[in-house]
Structure formats: C-alpha cells, structure tokens
C-alpha cells in the first residue's frame, strides 16, 4: 500500500460512514473490517478494504472453491460424446491438432494419438436432466442445484502455470490470487479468523504450492492462510509449553502495556497497528481449536459427509470449510489432488478415477446439502473444477489415459446467485473445442467477482507502472450463469 | 480544518470544475512546455499522494481546487492565481523551495495561466508516451549544495539540499537522536545485528570528537556489513534455493550468494560489482569467482514438471533477465513491452527485444531435449567445484557403473528367459503366498498382461535371484561412492548465438522480425557498427553519463535508510512513477556515486553521517498536518525490521548467534507440517549442531513453500526482482513471535544468559535483558511493569512446578519457578514492536 494523507484518510471516513448510513448495497454491518487490520505508513497491511463501495449488488458472501488438481477428465464425469464412442481408437485428423500445442507433444511423432472413446455410463439425473457418469453416485443426487459450464477454456497446458492461471489470471509466477484479491476488496466478515484460507486433501499438495494462494504485490495480510485439518489448524497457534491460557493472557497484556508506553512515547500509529494484531492474534488462538472441534456435529452429518473426527481427508475439509463460511470466512480454497490421469501406474482412468471419485464425491453432494439446510448455500458460491481437462485423444503408458486440454472443459458452479440446473457451453461432436458460449478462465474469475458485487475492471492495484486486475486485460462476465 | 474542507470540496466539484475542452495543440503545449516544469519542480511535493499543504498539480481538477491556501490556479487570471505569485516570489509565499525557476520557465506557466490553464492529457486519455524530455532521460545536473540558514545543522552536503526545502516551508528539522538510538539504527543499518552490551558501554564512553565516524567505520569494516547489504541486494537478484515452479527442486546456489556478501564487504565499486554479474563469464581469463558472480542472471526458475516445451520456459527465463535488468539497474517497467510497444515510457516492443537478444545464447535447455538431457543438464550451465583427483575419482566411478549398469541389464535379459519357466514350474501353496499386490498380476495371462503388469513381476522374479541381487547391491555402493562436488549455476554463452525474434503478442510461438542486441533508443546508445554482447550491456550501464543506473542505485540505498527512495517508485522512473521528492539532492548523489570511483561505502558513510539521518523518529503531529508521508524528512523513520533481521536481532540478544559466514544454506527448526501444502512434501531436518542459530539469510529457501518465519514476515517470494518490501503488521506475526518454537528457544536462552550475567536482583537483571534487547534502559514505569509481570509468573510457576519445568525446558529441581518467570519475561521483551523495528 502507498502511504495516504491525512486528508484522503479524513475524507475516506466520511465517505465510508455515509456509506453504511445510506446506502442500500452493503455487507452488513462488520463486512468492510478486514481481520488483518493495520494501517502502516510505510508498510502494507490496511484494516480497510480497497473498495469503498460495492459496484454491483452483491449475490454472493462467500466462496468455497474445490480445485480439483491434475485437472479431471470431463469425459469421463460429465459429457458423453457418442461420436467419440464411435470413432474410438482412430487417429485424430491432423486439422484438428494444426497450431495446437499439448504437453509430452513430442511423443506424437512416433505414435500419433488416438480418439479414446469412454468406459463409463451415462445418466440424466434431476429435474434438470444433467448428465453425469457413474463415477459420481452423490453428485448426480444434487444436479439441479449445480450450474455447469462444459466450454470454459484456458491457455497453459502445464500443471503448475496452469494452475497459477486460474489462480491469479496470468500464468507468470508471483501475482495475487483471487482469495487475495477478494480479501484486499472487501475485507472478511471475519474478526478472528483469516479471510482467505487454503485446505489441502489427497496425496501431496498441489504443484506450485504457496504460490497458488500468495498475496503477490498486495500487501501480505491478504495472502491465503493454510489450514490443517488435525493438530494446530493455523501454525503457531498453541502457546509454548508450559503456557496455560492465563499464563499466555498475562503474557500478552505485558506486551500490550509496554507497546503503549513506548506509543505515548513516540507517537507512532504503526504501534496502535501492532497492539490490535496481537489482540486478534490472541482472539485466533482462543477460536482455532473450537474451529476444528467437530464433537458438537450431530453424528448424522459426519455420517452424511462421510468425516471421521481427526482425520485428513477431503470430507473433514469440507465440513471444515462449511464452519469456516458460517464464521464469516470469505473465501476457501480446497485442493485435492491426483487427477491427473495419463495412464501412468496408478493414474489410469479406471481404478485410478474411481478411487479420487470416491474421495470427493459424497462430501461434495453433503457440502452442497448441509449448505442448503442451513440456508447458507444463497450467499455462498460453491465453484468446482480443476486447471484444465483432459485430451479427446487417449494416451498410452503403463495403461491408457488421457492428456492435460486446454481447449474445453468443465466446471460446475452452486449457490451464491448462480441460476441452478442448467448447463452452459457446447463443445464439438468428440469434446475438442467450444461451439457454443466458450468461457475464458478470466471470465470465470470475472463472475466469480460479479457475485461478490465487484466489477472485474474496477478492483485494481498500481503495480509495475500499470493498474494491474485479477483478469489482466480480459474477462467477460458469464451473463447466463447469474440468477 | 481538514473536515471543515470535505463540503467545499463537493460543492467545486459539482459546479466550476468540468474541465474545459482544450483544442490539440492547447493539449500539446501543455505537455511539451508546461508539464515537464510541473514535473521537474512541482510534483514532488505536491502529487496526489504527498499532497504537501493539501495540494496537488496532478490534474487540471486539483490544481484549481488548490490547497489549505486556497485554489493555486483561477483560469485566465495570473494575478489572482497563487501558483504564479509563489514562482514570480512577490509575496510570502515563495516556490519552489529549492531556488527560483528562470524567468523564461514562469513566463511559460503564467502564458499557460493566462489561456486559461488549458490541461493536457488527462488520466485514462489515450497518453502519448513520455518523450526524451523526461527528467529520468537527462543526465543528472551537477548541482551545487544550496545555501541554508542553518548552517550549524548541516554536517554534511545532503543536509543542504533537505534543510533548505524545510527552511521554504517553515519547518524546523527534528532534534538529533540520543546516542543509545544512534548506536542501535546505525548497527541494525549496516550490520543488521543489534548492539551488544560491550559495544553500547565502549560507544558511551567514547565521548570524544569523532566517535559517530568511528562507530560508522567499525561497521562498515565488520563482515556483517555485507551480509546486511547483501541480502538488500539478493532481493534484487530473485534468490532462492530452489528451482522453482512446480515440483520445485534445489539448486547450488550458495555460492553466488557468498560472492556477493564477499564483493560488498571488499567493497567493489558498484561498477564492476554490475560488470560481473551480468557478464563475468565475458571478461579475459574470467576467474572462478566472476563466474560465480554471473550467477545473478541464473536466479532465473527452471521447470522441472513433465511434458513441457523446455523452449516455453528457456524464454520465460529470458524475458525475466530483462524485466529485471530493467527495474534494477534503469529502474524502468521494461517488461511491460513483452507484448506491445509500452504505454507510457518510450520503449518499444522491438526495445524490449533487443535487450532480450543479449540474455538469449546462454547455454541452457531450450528447444528439442531429449530425455537424457533433461536429466544430465537440467541446471546447465554449472561450474563445479573440487579438487582434480574429486573428479577423476567420480569419473572413474561413473565409468564403472555404466559397465555394471549394461551388464545388469543383460544378466535380465537373461533371466527373463527362464521367467515363463519358473511360472508354471510354480506349486500352487507357493502361489498363494504371494502378496496380492504382485499376485493379481500374476493371474492374469502372461499375453495379456500389460507393460506394468509385466514389469511387477519381473522385478518380483529378479528380486528372488542371488546373482542379480549381488549385482544390484554393487551398483548401489558405487552410486553411494559418488562424491558430491559443490557447484554454482553460472552463465555460458553459446558458440552459435541463438536468432532472436520480436515476439508477437508476447507469444513465443509467433516469430516477428529478428532483432539484434541493443538498448533502448531513447536513451544514450552503443556503437552500432558490431554485434554486441552482454559485456557491451554492462559497460553501456555504468557509463559515468548514464542517466539512470546511478541515480536508481542511490534512490534504493536511500530507501533502505529512510523506509521511502527520494523517487518513492523506486522500481519506476519513467512517467507513471512519482517524480523525486528533492530532484537536485537525488542528481547531487548520483553524481556523487561516480565521483567516489562506485564505492558503495564512501556512499553510506556520506548517507548515515548526515544530520538528516541521525534526527530522531519522534512523531511531530504538527508537520504530519502538512507533511503526512514526511516527504521533507522533518525527521527520521521507524522502520520495522525484515524478515531475517528480526531473526538474527532475537538470535544476538540471546546470545545464541553463531556469525559464521557463507556456506550451503541451512535448514532451522519450521513447524511442523510447513512444508504439507505443495507438491513434494520435502524433508526439512532441523539442524541440531551450530547451524540451528545462523543468520536468517542462510535459512534455506524454498520458493514454493518457504520458510513461514522469513514468508509471515514480507521476505520476497524470489519469483521475480522485489526493489522494495512491503512492511505489513498482522496477527500471524504476533503469532510467530509468540509461539514459534525458535522463539520458545531465544526467550529461554535470554533469561538463562540473564540470570547468569544480569546481576542479582530483579531490577538489575531487567535492565540488563532489556538493554541486551533494546540497547537502552528501562524508563521507572516500563521497569515496574516488567517487576509486576515477574512477580505474577513466579507466584503462579510456584504454584505449577510441572508447568515451570516446561517453559524452561530444563529437568532439573532448583530454580526452575524462577527461571520460567525470567523465560516469559524475556519473551516479553523479543515480543515488543520497539524490538523488532529499527528506531
């Protein structure tokens, strides 16, 4: 943050005062706080959101974002193709691949791909009539609150940039995710909880790490927070041995005492900051563990998700992430990982798929449920997909898979102001390119801003000597998607 | 007042503001004539963010609105304007501070007043790139110190030039801080280590003339010195220890690290210092050390994930070299021509190019790479390090094993053939006590199974056979034999150079014309009449007429010193940057830096001798009022520590500080799970010898999950040059230092040091903990606080001997109550924002 004036910060308040006196589009009353207060001459973090106001009426409150990374095979979960059935095991026509560019492209040389028709059987389900395989029992249970979009396409075809890409919208490593960008937006409704916290399920984290959610060029308070399903959810969160919670209590109010004498003293305002990080600080350590507490969940709902208290697993993170929407958290990430199905040992697309299907795909129709139940699921979007899709065309290592594309793949949206039960975009007989409603990433992260009452365009920050945004240069917003 | 304001300003807006439509060439003599003079002599004071006396001539709009003193513009009317009555001094007001400007220069501003102050482009309008005329492009001036009415104040020519822009504005500089906090900035300032006690008695008794300069010298000479400059400038250079990208493995990139902690401790002129690191390998006969050094260009990620286009990130590489090269030596957004020529600096997409083609033959994977390749020159160039029987040993090594290597996979081949034999020869009770796993491949007819399937069970075959295992076991010993040799990535030109193309839209895919290497046209430029290379960039740069490599070098130092550059975009010159707060001070130390032959230290002795340095931090609410973001340096800054210095200030107070120098990075203890969230959960094993306690810039970094203390704190994330960090202030850092296990380690070690040396009563072991901490004594209430907090934990570790035994970490019996209240007390101490900021 650059260092503003007296007078902006003066007339700031005002404008903010009149805004919560008078205008209809608000947050409600504690929405514009971010958790991480500070308002550092020199330093970065601001206790108020960039925005003064929302540009658009909002729809949405929060979001859990469920990345599903390797990027899952649409093919298999969500689009039959009876011409790709028909034409399985023929090569592509080299039209099609003219100008494109795919990753391990240089095997194609020495065995030019083949279409690859599915193993798997389709259903509509719901009023709604979606399809969806039998991969996928649960989910196909709650279609008609499900939104997809079969057309969205991106522009690397690489795990880690691709990723970074639907992240911060450029695949160029180290800018603002969206969780920070939203945070540094809007702030958190949360006073004792980070804004923006990451979950991580399945067998590693995903590529690129930290870098999926940094904070960039936005001041640090606004990056993503990981949370661990068992021990200590935030690092650092227990007192050092031997400090019971009167101990650390009295321990804090030392520090808080000798930090305002040493304010009276000098007069720097970037004390008072420190004095308030310390109390949330201490307000953090006294709700984390009261967070993770899953005993006060009926047995019914652990039973819905599938969650065994202390596990890490994909389910408790769901239910955790639906704890972390219902305290005011306003974005959460979920990461599983494993979907990266080549064919290689363990990662073909039978046993390989069944066995992360089985991982997500009850917690997911329980999320999308228990969100409802609670009324909670209007005001919070529920957005799933991975960084890309998989090849028409099959693969061949140990066993038969298919290869990362970028061209076309699906994503599903829920709640939040999302029209529910429907299906946005059409590709092409065998799935290789939108016909119909194609869908950038940018424009996913541009309504993903529009259902939080952000214009896209608009929320910015000076960097490099130019207004940098999440969506770059690009993003339309999905008309068809909003409610 | 302020709030008195906010309705005027409304009520302006709405009526007499609308901007008046200027024709085009109204337009062109604004940008020609009038804003180049509000730039050189107006906007540094007097912009949107500084706003001094609530002013600012961004716009057509505020410059009518005006300030406290009222509008500095009325269209059409010079006479009543202020703006032209403060240039022609007529009155009281007398702008700008630093001298009058010529009589032709306030002819062109009041012709511009008198047409009704027609503006030029205004924000969001299609602009114009800024032309050769912007002050950055112009060498600097040699301007003389201005005199001062104050002449006792000034101790040295930097004081001249901020002294005498207070003085214009009526402010008076802030007193000279106590010697306590001059010891304690000056030490965290070059040396990034706070006073030891024997320091701060030997600095107080030395009450003679010349104790600050000597007190300067000793730090400047200790090899502390460089490591605090060096990770500044490591900053710059985007180090890690690790590849980067997705499965993010480690590199040997040490030893670049120590060369340049080595170079700035020797003190290389800055120029050579440039020369170096981005053309070592280029010079004569290039020691091992310039090699080293050149690899600051190789800081650059390299992508490790499967099924890439190794060309993709070859360039990805490239074009950061010049993104950098741009922000750190011109201090321009080079990089924003990748795609298209840039909006508003004059530097072309055919610019950008042309330096790309100097950073463009290195010597590493690019293009086709085949498998074996990509394993054996991944991190290509190298240069290793070893003595001449190392190598040969490893080679003879490396001889052997490929022999066994073919000899193993012939024993297989041979094997293989009596695999169908031992498969039907196989009693069934044997069959099924083999591990599922292996038996289901087993089941499955041996012509349909697949290449995996197949591959188990041979593996399971071979396993069972004496003979390839002695085989195995042998090649194994001889991978362990290998010895490691030390290494740094360096750069290395390619005998054939590499075409290089203009990229259309920024995509590599999409060849444009090809380009050779050159410099931006807009500034002073290279013979042209042969190919040049990376040694012609470097000499290009530290030309002694360059406009801006000097002045952007000084710009930073001065940031590191002041929390703000004098150009408070220190990463931006060019026409969306501020324009400097004392644009003669800043050409003045330009100059300066090549008068000194580059010496970096003669710089920070001019900078840190300075009475403008040594002013106290102390808040001065009456000048807040006109200078918020204290721009005019009516006093010094608090300025909270980075990262590693809060680490290394916790380390010395503590005494656990082990100052060795340079060497591989070392891996303290992080919490556990730090490493969970990315794609290979590496090991991190926390040292348990003395390089548990080194300084934090040897804390190994590992750009996808780096270390939660240096990250929570604003440490770069070393994708890209960082010119300045952020300094945030959260919860998550009260966290760290409340409950980091290093921190449980430091506050035991304080009290344990405290309790041995401090004295024997409460009160003097408190003044003791706290001037080892904070370098100076306990005011009466802040040590009573302290005396109450010990009290309270002792009563209550009294009562709670286990509890005592745990905050000590000590088994023993004895004192154990006593030493935990001394443990939470100096927990206190390492936990308070004066400890972690520099006064």
């Not at chain 2, 072309?348 to 950073?359: E, G, H, I, M, V």
């Not at chain 2, 070893?386 to 996979?409: C, M, N, T, V, Y």
């Not at chain 2, 075409?499 to 380009?515: I, M, P, S």
Request: charged share 25%; with cysteine; hydrophobic share 35%.
């Amino acid at each position: 943050m650059q260092p503003e004036d007296l007078e902006s910060r003066v007339l700031h308040a005002i404008t903010r005062r009149h805004f919560f006196e008078r205008c209809g589009v608000g947050l409600g009353k504690t929405a514009l706080t971010a958790l991480f207060a500070g308002d550092s001459l020199f330093g970065s973090a601001t206790g108020r959101p960039a925005l003064d106001k929302l540009h658009v009426a909002p729809k949405a409150r929060n979001v859990i974002y469920l990345f599903m990374a390797g990027g899952p095979s649409q093919f298999e979960l969500w689009e039959p193709k009876p011409d790709l059935q028909k034409l399985s095991g023929q090569p592509i026509p080299p039209s099609w691949m003219q100008g494109k560019r795919f990753a391990f492209m240089e095997s194609f040389a020495k065995d030019p791909p083949k279409l690859l028709g599915v193993n798997r059987t389709f259903k509509r389900h719901g009023q709604s009539g979606a399809w969806v395989s039998d991969c996928l029992p649960h989910t196909a249970g709650v279609v008609d609150d499900l939104s997809f979009v079969q057309s969205v396409h991106t522009d690397n075809f690489n795990h880690a940039p691709a990723k970074v890409m639907m992240n911060t919208g450029t695949p160029i490593f180290g800018h603002p995710s969206m969780g920070s960008w939203i945070s540094y937006g809007i702030g958190s409704e949360s006073r004792d909880l980070p804004g923006f916290v990451v979950l991580q399920s399945g067998r590693r984290g995903p590529r690129g790490g930290a870098l999926n959610w940094s904070s960039g060029f936005l001041p640090t308070a606004h990056q993503g927070v990981p949370f661990r399903s068992g021990g200590d959810p935030i690092l650092n969160l227990s007192s050092p041995p031997g400090f019971r919670p009167a101990q650390q209590q009295a321990t804090i109010d030392a520090i808080l005492d000798l930090n305002r004498m040493r304010l009276r003293q000098v007069g720097d305002p970037e004390i008072s900051t420190r004095i308030s990080a310390y109390e949330m600080a201490h307000r953090m350590q006294a709700s984390g563990p009261e967070l993770i507490d899953f005993s006060t969940e009926p047995e019914a709902t652990l039973e819905m998700y599938g969650a065994e208290p202390g596990a890490k697993s994909f389910a408790n993170n769901c239910i955790l992430a639906r704890r972390l929407v219902e305290r005011g958290v306003r974005f959460v990430q979920l990461y599983h990982t494993d979907w990266d199905h080549h064919g290689g040992a363990g990662a073909d697309l039978d046993k390989g798929l069944d066995k992360v299907c089985l991982e997500v795909d009850r917690p997911i129709a329980a999320l999308i449920r228990d969100l409802k139940q609670r009324g909670l699921l209007n005001e919070t979007l529920v957005v799933w997909g991975g960084e890309f899709g998989r090849t028409p065309m099959g693969e061949v290592r140990d066993t038969v898979g298919r290869n990362h594309h970028i061209d076309a793949f699906t994503m599903w949206f829920a709640g939040g102001g999302t029209k529910p039960g429907q299906t946005i975009g059409r590709t092409d007989e065998i799935g290789f390119s939108p016909v119909e409603d194609g869908v950038h990433v940018h424009d996913v992260q541009a309504t993903i801003l529009h259902l939080l009452g952000i214009d896209h365009t608009r929320l910015t920050f000076k960097f490099r000597g130019r207004d940098a945004r999440l969506t770059d240069v690009g993003g339309k917003v999905i008309t068809k998607l909003l409610g | 007042m302020l709030l008195r304001m906010a309705p005027l300003v409304l009520c302006l807006a709405a009526t007499q503001l609308a901007a008046a439509q200027a024709s085009l060439e109204e337009k062109r003599f604004f940008e020609e004539k009038v804003r180049p003079l509000l730039a050189r002599h107006c906007l540094g004071c007097h912009n949107n963010r500084s706003r001094m006396s609530g002013l600012s001539l961004e716009s057509r709009r505020s410059a009518l609105l005006g300030g406290g003193r009222g509008p500095a513009v009325v269209p059409g009317e010079p006479g009543r304007s202020l703006l032209v009555e403060a240039l022609r001094r007529t009155g009281e007001l007398q702008m700008p501070p630093a001298g009058p400007l010529q009589s032709r220069e306030v002819a062109v501003l009041t012709r511009w007043v008198r047409a009704g102050a027609p503006w030029g482009l205004e924000a969001g309008e299609d602009t114009q790139p800024a032309g050769p005329s912007h002050w950055a492009f112009q060498p600097p001036r040699q301007a003389a110190p201005p005199p001062v009415k104050d002449e006792a104040w000034v101790r040295s020519p930097i004081d001249r030039f901020v002294l005498a822009r207070l003085e214009a504005g009526r402010i008076s500089p802030s007193p000279e801080a106590d010697r306590r906090t001059l010891l304690r900035r000056l030490s965290l300032d070059l040396v990034g280590l706070p006073p030891t006690p024997r320091e701060i008695t030997e600095f107080l008794a030395d009450t003679g003339p010349g104790a600050y300069e000597r007190l300067v010298n000793r730090l400047l000479d200790s090899p502390h010195y460089g490591e605090r400059w060096g990770r500044h400038w490591l900053d710059v250079a985007r180090y890690a220890d690790s590849n980067g990208y997705s499965s993010d493995g480690n590199r040997p990139m040490w030893k670049y690290r120590d060369w340049v902690i080595e170079a700035l401790n020797r003190d290389m002129p800055f120029d050579r210092f440039v020369t170096e690191q981005l053309a070592g390998d280029l010079l004569p006969d290039p020691t091992r050390d310039q090699l080293v050094a050149t690899g600051f260009h190789r800081n650059t990620m390299i992508n490790e994930e499967g099924g890439i286009d190794f060309e993709q990130y070859r360039v990805e590489a490239v074009v950061d070299r010049v993104s950098t090269t741009g922000e750190a030596f011109l201090g321009l957004t080079v990089g924003c021509a990748r795609c298209h020529d840039h909006k508003f600096d004059p530097i072309s997409q055919k610019d950008f190019y042309r330096l790309y083609a100097f950073f463009n033959n290195i010597d590493e994977l690019g293009g086709e790479v085949s498998v074996e390749q990509k394993n054996q020159r991944k991190l290509d160039p190298m240069l290793e390090f070893g003595k001449p029987e190392d190598f040969a040993r490893r080679e003879a090594i490396r001889q052997q094993r490929s022999i066994l290597e073919k000899e193993l996979k012939a024993y297989q081949v041979e094997l293989e053939e009596t695999l169908a034999h031992w498969e039907e020869g196989l009693p069934r009770e044997e069959r099924a006590s083999i591990a599922p796993q292996i038996r289901e491949s087993l089941e499955i007819p041996p012509e349909r199974r697949n290449i995996y399937q197949r591959r188990v069970l041979d593996l399971f075959f071979f396993a069972q056979d004496p003979g390839w295992q002695a085989r195995r076991e042998g090649l194994k010993a001889l991978q362990e034999a290998e010895p490691t040799l030390d290494a740094a990535l360096i750069m290395r030109e390619l005998p054939q150079p590499r075409t290089a193309y203009v990229h259309l839209a920024g995509d590599f895919t999409r060849r444009g014309e090809t380009v050779d290497p050159g410099t931006p046209a807009v500034l002073p430029g290279l013979p042209g009449d042969r190919k040049l290379n990376r040694l012609d960039l470097a000499g290009w740069l530290v030309s002694p007429d360059h406009p801006l490599t000097a002045r952007v070098t000084v710009n930073r130092m001065w940031q590191r010193y002041f929390g703000l550059g004098l150009v408070e975009t220190e990463a931006d010159f060019g026409s969306q940057g501020t324009p400097p707060s004392h644009p003669r001070l800043l050409d003045w130390l330009a100059s300066e830096l090549v008068r000194q032959d580059w010496s970096l230290k003669a710089m920070h002795r001019l900078i840190v001798t300075s009475a403008t340095y040594r002013q106290s931090s102390e808040a001065r609410p009456e000048v807040s009022e006109v200078d918020p973001g204290n721009r005019l340096l009516a006093r010094q800054n608090r300025l909270r520590l980075e990262a590693e210095i809060i680490r290394d200030a916790a380390l010395a107070a503590s005494g656990l500080l082990v100052s060795t120098l340079g060497g591989p990075s070392v891996f303290p203890p992080q919490p556990e799970g730090s490493g969970q969230f990315t794609q290979v959960n590496r090991k991190w094993k926390a040292e348990e010898g003395p390089n548990r306690y080194r300084r934090g810039l040897y804390t190994f970094f590992r750009r996808s999950a780096a270390y939660p203390g240096l990250t929570s704190f604003d440490a770069p994330n070393a994708q890209s040059t960082e010119t300045r960090r952020n300094r945030s202030n959260t919860p998550l850092q009260a966290l760290t230092l409340l409950n980091d296990q290093t921190q449980t380690e430091f506050s035991r070690a304080l009290a344990r040091i405290t309790v041995a040396r401090g004295g024997s009563t409460p009160s003097q072991r408190i003044r003791y903990a706290f001037e080892r901490s904070l370098a100076r004594l306990p005011n009466a209430e802040e040590e009573a606080r302290l005396q109450s907090f010990l009290a309270h934990m002792g009563g209550d570790f009294g009562a709670r001997p286990l509890g005592a035994h745990q905050v000590t970490g000590e088994a023993g019996a004895g004192q154990a109550p006593s030493l935990a209240s001394w443990v939470a007390a100096s927990r206190v101490l390492l936990n308070l924002d004066e400890f972690i900021t520099r006064p």
